[in-house]
């Protein structure tokens, strides 16, 4: 049997990477491989839940050394900024963030990595990648399985997912409710929805902060919410709306803004208009006017929406564009990507 360790150090968070190197593992699944997990306990039942993503067919409990690194024909090395010393014959590192000043090219660095295979979750990953280490990575778009998230009769709402930590990037729900209040008034029998995860990293008052914020406003703040209810959010909302990033200097603090944006893509899936802000690898996902829009101001935020909301031709156009744009990040596209690597 063909077997791989996947080493990921970030379980806890289940954010972006957890995902994709949940949607690795169950391809590996699929194709009748061995998955070892380099992790302490199963949690697979955690994954499924928040991801719907069955590996709980992989073992987990192994332990990562560079000898133990030689009984495997692959290693999924998701990196931190650190290298493995790995003896597997194909070395797979992901790159999830675009690390700067981790010591890339460090002569024990550039000697390992000249033996190994990187891969990014997008342009503007790589763009960072590529100068740190000194390679020339691939690009692997995270997975969206298109088809779990249909158009459903929609109401008026916008919509935000994503983490209420401050882990890495800069999410700035805040920010949200802060240009929905500027304009709310004009917005008569349209709500504004926050939905996230809420664990490791999320300070403890960060969401009654936003609460107190939201008083008085057509506002519901959602916790941790599951698999169907992101599915009904996704299917009923008009507009995605995001502020990650708003503010950042993207070229000295990459870190902070959203390096790809799964949450847009789930959205544009169901028929959600993004309107999101110009910066990381959003630009990767959105055509301005042809299938959402990018933004760089709260004001533009509140212009574009003000003018979509009364554009119903307008806004179905979009719609269903962004629908079209959404199969290009499919889980078909990843897997076939993946699958000419290994």
């Known amino acids: 049997m063909i077997k791989a360790l996947v080493h990921n150090p970030y379980w806890d968070s289940l954010g972006g990477g957890e995902r994709y190197t949940a949607a690795f593992i169950r391809l590996l699944l699929d194709h009748s491989w061995q998955v070892d997990l380099a992790w302490p306990k199963d949690i697979s039942a955690s994954v499924k839940s928040r991801f719907g993503i069955d590996i709980s067919a992989a073992i987990f409990n192994s332990q990562f050394s560079t000898l133990n690194s030689a009984k495997y024909d692959l290693l999924f090395w998701v990196t931190?900024?650190?290298?493995?010393?790995?003896?597997?014959?194909?070395?797979?590192?992901?790159?999830?963030?675009?690390?700067?000043?981790?010591?890339?090219?460090?002569?024990?660095?550039?000697?390992?990595?000249?033996?190994?295979?990187?891969?990014?979750?997008?342009?503007?990953?790589?763009?960072?990648?590529?100068?740190?280490?000194?390679?020339?990575?691939?690009?692997?778009?995270?997975?969206?399985?298109?088809?779990?998230?249909?158009?459903?009769?929609?109401?008026?709402?916008?919509?935000?997912?994503?983490?209420?930590?401050?882990?890495?990037?800069?999410?700035?729900?805040?920010?949200?409710?802060?240009?929905?209040?500027?304009?709310?008034?004009?917005?008569?029998?349209?709500?504004?929805?926050?939905?996230?995860?809420?664990?490791?990293?999320?300070?403890?008052?960060?969401?009654?902060?936003?609460?107190?914020?939201?008083?008085?406003?057509?506002?519901?703040?959602?916790?941790?919410?599951?698999?169907?209810?992101?599915?009904?959010?996704?299917?009923?909302?008009?507009?995605?709306?995001?502020?990650?990033?708003?503010?950042?200097?993207?070229?000295?603090?990459?870190l902070k803004v959203e390096h790809f944006g799964i949450s847009v893509v789930e959205a544009m899936s169901a028929g959600c208009v993004p309107i999101i802000p110009a910066l990381g690898g959003h630009p990767e996902i959105v055509d301005p006017g042809q299938n959402g829009f990018l933004y760089h101001t709260l004001d533009d935020l509140g212009s574009l929406t003000l003018k979509l909301t009364t554009d119903r031709r307008q806004l179905t156009t979009l719609s269903q564009a962004a629908i079209d744009k959404s199969k290009m990040f499919d889980t078909t596209v990843f897997n076939d990507g993946f699958f000419r690597l290994i």
């Open 80 to 254: 931190d900024g650190s290298l493995p010393v790995s003896l597997a014959p194909k070395t797979i590192v992901h790159c999830q963030f675009p690390f700067t000043g981790v010591g890339g090219r460090s002569f024990k660095n550039l000697l390992k990595s000249r033996f190994y295979t990187f891969i990014c979750n997008s342009r503007f990953t790589k763009s960072f990648i590529d100068r740190e280490f000194m390679v020339n990575s691939r690009v692997v778009y995270p997975p969206i399985a298109t088809a779990v998230f249909p158009p459903r009769a929609k109401t008026n709402t916008l919509l935000y997912v994503g983490r209420f930590s401050h882990l890495t990037q800069a999410k700035n729900p805040h920010l949200l409710i802060r240009a929905f209040k500027e304009i709310h008034s004009r917005l008569p029998g349209w709500r504004l929805v926050l939905a996230g995860g809420a664990g490791v990293g999320t300070p403890a008052d960060a969401i009654s902060h936003l609460r107190s914020q939201a008083a008085g406003l057509p506002v519901d703040i959602i916790t941790n919410p599951s698999m169907a209810r992101l599915k009904s959010l996704y299917g009923q909302a008009k507009l995605f709306w995001s502020a990650s990033g708003l503010g950042i200097d993207q070229h000295t603090q990459p």
